[in-house]
């Protein structure tokens, strides 16, 4: 008996130690990226983050951060700015706000901000770009893609009555992801699409709507979320992966009004995922189950990281987070490697766009105008 007590004790001591040791050895390191009240919205394969802060107490800039300070985008003369997203090329995609109150969008490049306006007649949301400078936009109720000529390609609908389609995100092949389907009031039972060479097709959710998807890589896969059969507005965020729906948040549909709601905000080509959670706060999933992203950072940083918005290739993370009720824009960087895989996509016959690699005189020029950029220090 005594024997036995003392390999209960010697266990127990063991795995608090294990425990304590996971707790002293984070995986991710949180870095400010942005000024107080800041948003972070995207970040690309370099690590560059990009999101919008508070210019004053009425207007918004936005800003990118290449982990030397942050760097004010400007408004091209007007009165606000804001981004969207940013390329492996370091085009950054983002709106700005005329003196007469119109949204217009903008390209940030090189140091210099390029009016790209609006599509013809329509008030404009733009909401991707990828590495060839193709964007995806809304044109509410239709949405388009913008090629890098300017001339834009309405991509339809899926085939309900009354439609609308919100195009969300778009890889490296031209390959969109969102929702369309029936306008319809209160609620919209839109559906999670993907589009490709012109074609629209729907995607399964979990047996109810609204379906969305709000990301996707170049393999084609697609996180996003699908509404739950029993529960009352909850939803849980998905994979769509090889012609299958993957819910990745697994708890039971209790049919509770709001009992669990996921959604999954960013992914990654080795398909990891990031998103919100009720029960998480911000969250990670890497092929087996969904992990709180404050569990992974040193919890005596005093962060909550419950918005994260997007994961590079490197597992690098652009978030919004808080701190003594404080919100930032942060990067989380791995410590350590993780070698953690999700389900692998299948092979097909599209192959990527051709990739635009700089030129020696290219590279030259994008030094140059970063060296002039005004870089700013970030306070906490």
Not at 30 to 40: D, R
Not at 89 to 113: D, E, M, S
Not at 184 to 200: D, N, S, Y
Request: hydrophobic fraction near 35%; avoid cysteine.
């Amino acid at each position: 008996m005594q024997w036995r007590n003392r390999i209960s004790l010697f266990l127990l001591s063991f795995n608090l130690a294990v425990a304590n040791a996971a707790w002293a050895h984070p995986e991710y390191r949180v870095t400010v990226m942005g000024p107080a009240n800041s948003a972070a919205t995207d970040i690309n394969d370099a690590g560059v983050v990009v999101g919008t802060y508070p210019f004053s107490p009425t207007t918004t800039h936005g800003f990118l951060n290449r982990g030397k300070g942050f760097v004010d985008l400007g408004t091209l003369g007007g009165t606000s700015s804001n981004t969207v997203a940013i390329n492996d090329n370091g085009k950054v995609l983002g709106h700005w706000t005329t003196k007469a109150g119109q949204q217009r969008g903008f390209i940030y490049y090189r140091g210099k901000q390029r009016d790209i306006g609006i599509i013809p007649g329509r008030p404009t949301t733009f909401t991707d770009i990828n590495n060839a400078g193709y964007i995806t936009a809304i044109g509410y109720p239709r949405s388009f893609l913008r090629s890098p000529t300017g001339t834009y390609t309405d991509i339809g609908f899926l085939p309900y009555d009354d439609p609308v389609t919100n195009a969300y995100a778009l890889n490296n092949r031209n390959q969109i992801t969102g929702e369309s389907g029936p306008l319809t009031f209160p609620e919209q039972t839109l559906r999670t699409f993907i589009w490709a060479k012109g074609v629209m097709r729907e995607l399964a959710g979990l047996g109810a709507e609204p379906t969305a998807g709000l990301a996707i890589n170049d393999h084609g896969q697609i996180t996003g979320y699908a509404a739950l059969p029993l529960g009352f507005f909850d939803r849980h965020a998905v994979l769509h992966s090889n012609g299958r729906v993957i819910d990745i948040d697994g708890r039971p549909d209790t049919g509770a009004p709001d009992d669990n709601t996921s959604e999954g905000t960013g992914i990654n080509n080795h398909a990891h995922i990031v998103g919100t959670s009720n029960h998480l706060s911000g969250f990670i999933w890497r092929g087996k189950r969904m992990q709180s992203l404050n569990a992974l950072i040193d919890r005596k940083s005093g962060w909550n990281i419950g918005s994260p918005q997007a994961i590079n290739d490197a597992g690098q993370i652009a978030a919004t987070a808080t701190r003594k009720g404080v919100q930032y824009a942060v990067r989380l960087d791995l410590i350590r490697p993780i070698v953690t895989t999700a389900p692998q996509p299948q092979l097909d016959e599209e192959g990527a766009l051709p990739a635009q690699r700089m030129s020696p005189a290219e590279a030259a020029a994008e030094a140059e105008a970063q060296a002039r950029e005004v870089v700013r220090p970030v306070s906490q």
